[in-house]
């Protein structure tokens, strides 16, 4: 994993090649799926939990109705609505009280207005109580576990039992708090809507539940929901990319493998609870899950394999991702490709899903070697970013991301500018010739064929996509270069022909050999093979050498000066010889420090200096 490189404080998010992330100024992530990190499970929230077609009521929560004239209840409904939110001072509980008292006690109240009352009575305790000073919460907490064995109104029962899980909330008791929101969230006639249970579920466990979920976890196997809940919430994706680094990371690994050691344990002891008929399907999902994030690939492989082709789990989106990445992980490459490509094409798929799986295969076709491939779904990345602005799905905080995408779009780039060839660009278009985006795959070509002296082509692409001020200028490359090169020519017109085509390049930088549609002026922070420590050897050592490449050949000063080298050669102490020699230095002096090569053109300046003062 490369760590985000920090300038300036302003921070905007643009997914797949718009280029910005959170907590830096821009994004410099790349070739992310070498990192075992990226093929963690997806993360789960509350939302994941919920079942289909759930009825909910929607009636008035206990004193929140209006009318009633002016009976006790009335009232008490009454002075209830003056505290139903928070308020920024205390209250008189003893006018309250005494207000309740008297609805309490009229005779002529119907056994749902009597259940309303108590409700009530527990609800000012509630709202008085504190969790530094509890003892109005328990009161009420007592009160409402009192009611809920009585009561028969499924509103006020439904209310009760949310209200008696915020007191568990307040008072620290999360697991108490989860299991009845969880309840509620798939129970039928619930009286509490489905955005408040989703939120309470949030507030109580956060991300993935923290150290109280795993103090508690045991106590989640009740139940095969509570179990499967807590499992994969525990087993959530946790990225600090701003954090990790060497230091200590041996015992953050360890610390990890501990935990979810001790998760498997617990899901072998209960395996028969989810076994049945509730937990169909869990089993499988949550082993595999819990061994990726043991580091453990083979064992996920190995519970895949006893899962049977014709089990409906093999097509859920968790299963084709778990099993993609065990099988890269294992570095069986190949095999990775199906049931990424399931995945990516399942209407079942969310579209952060079908991202992650488009990234994935961007990397499985890195490995196998299918470059037209490769562009396909680098491209899909960029399109699908720019249409459907799916960066906005993704969670606030960075490291509680399901997938960190490379969001940078280098992959991309780099992919577009050094390490296709232009015949595999070329193929690209052949093979996709009307995909989205595929404007900028034409750009590239034609920028990559200018660099091989092959303008006439150049322009005509450029022409084609409307690329109105390259076009021309690859014209007068054309020209310029045919002059150049042309074997009729005495010697001084030959020399002048190479100084007017050097002299053309050198003022045109960034504007005929480098590609200005991809790098956003960042690329530097791209090319850094040297220091990916997750690339094989074999891989950083081809690495290096595009990028060396890449440099030499988009660098125009550099390109104008390797031209007028040879004609200050050629043409010796003369004229044209001396001019060539002080534009090559004013190039030598203009190439950017992103070039490398410094201590070349240190020489060069020194020797052309010395040459000119002779």
Request: proline share 4%; aromatic share 8%; glycine share 4%.
């Amino acid at each position: 994993m490369r760590t985000c490189k920090h300038i300036g404080r302003l921070c905007a998010f643009a997914f797949a090649g718009l280029a910005i992330v959170w907590a830096c100024a821009f994004d410099t992530t790349l070739r992310e799926y070498l990192d075992a990190r990226f093929w963690l499970p997806f993360s789960k929230q509350a939302a994941h939990f919920e079942r289909p077609d759930i009825q909910r009521a929607s009636e008035p929560f206990a004193g929140m109705a209006e009318g009633g004239g002016k009976s006790p209840l009335a009232a008490l409904r009454a002075a209830y609505r003056e505290i139903s939110v928070p308020v920024a001072s205390g209250f008189d509980l003893a006018s309250k009280r005494r207000v309740l008292a008297a609805a309490r006690a009229d005779q002529s109240l119907t056994l749902k207005e009597r259940e309303e009352v108590d409700l009530i009575d527990a609800k000012i305790d509630m709202r008085v109580g504190q969790p530094d000073e509890p003892q109005l919460l328990l009161s009420a907490k007592e009160k409402l576990n009192r009611f809920l064995s009585t009561a028969q109104t499924p509103e006020f029962l439904s209310e009760a039992r949310g209200w008696l899980a915020r007191i568990h909330f307040l008072l620290g008791e999360q697991t108490a708090a989860g299991k009845i929101y969880l309840d509620e969230l798939n129970r039928n006639g619930s009286n509490l809507s489905r955005e408040t249970i989703l939120t309470s579920l949030q507030m109580t466990y956060r991300y993935d539940g923290g150290a109280d979920l795993l103090a508690h976890l045991e106590e989640y196997f009740d139940t095969p929901e509570h179990a499967a809940f807590a499992i994969q919430l525990v087993t959530n994706p946790r990225w600090d990319r701003m954090g990790w680094s060497s230091d200590g990371k041996d015992e953050q690994v360890h610390g990890a493998r501990q935990t979810f050691a001790r998760v498997a344990a617990l899901l072998e002891k209960h395996a028969e609870l989810l076994r049945s008929e509730k937990g169909a399907n869990a089993l499988a999902l949550l082993a595999m899950r819990v061994a990726l994030r043991m580091g453990d690939p083979p064992a996920a492989l190995k519970i895949a394999s006893r899962v049977s082709s014709r089990d409906p789990v093999r097509a859920e989106p968790d299963f084709l991702w778990m099993l993609a990445a065990s099988r890269f992980l294992s570095r069986q490459y190949a095999a990775t490709e199906a049931p990424l490509l399931k995945l990516f094409r399942s209407s079942g798929s969310s579209d952060s899903q079908k991202a992650a799986a488009a990234y994935a295969l961007c990397g499985v076709y890195q490995k196998t070697g299918n470059v037209v491939e490769q562009i396909r779904f680098a491209l899909w990345l960029r399109a699908a970013a720019r249409r459907e602005r799916l960066s906005r799905s993704t969670p606030s905080a960075i490291e509680d991301q399901t997938i960190y995408w490379a969001a940078s779009g280098w992959d991309l780039s780099l992919l577009l500018d050094a390490e296709a060839s232009p015949a595999q660009l070329a193929a690209f278009l052949e093979r996709y010739p009307n995909v989205p985006e595929v404007r900028l795959v034409r750009y590239s070509l034609a920028v990559r064929l200018s660099r091989e002296h092959r303008y006439e082509e150049a322009a005509t692409i450029f022409e084609s996509i409307h690329a109105l001020r390259r076009s021309p200028r690859m014209r007068q490359m054309a020209a310029l270069h045919a002059q150049a090169n042309r074997t009729d020519l005495s010697a001084q017109a030959a020399l002048e022909a190479r100084y007017r085509l050097a002299e053309f390049i050198s003022a045109n930088p960034d504007r005929i050999y480098f590609n200005d549609a991809l790098w956003m002026r960042l690329q530097r922070y791209a090319l850094d093979a040297a220091q990916d420590g997750r690339l094989s050897r074999p891989e950083r050592e081809a690495q290096i050498a595009r990028e060396r490449k890449l440099k030499d050949e988009q660098e125009e000063l550099w390109r104008a000066y390797l031209i007028l080298r040879e004609v200050v050669r050629d043409a010796g102490n003369t004229a044209i010889g001396r001019d060539a020699a002080r534009l090559a230095l004013t190039c030598l002096r203009r190439i950017s420090d992103r070039f490398g090569r410094q201590s070349e053109i240190r020489h060069a300046d020194l020797e052309l200096s010395a040459w000119l003062r002779r």
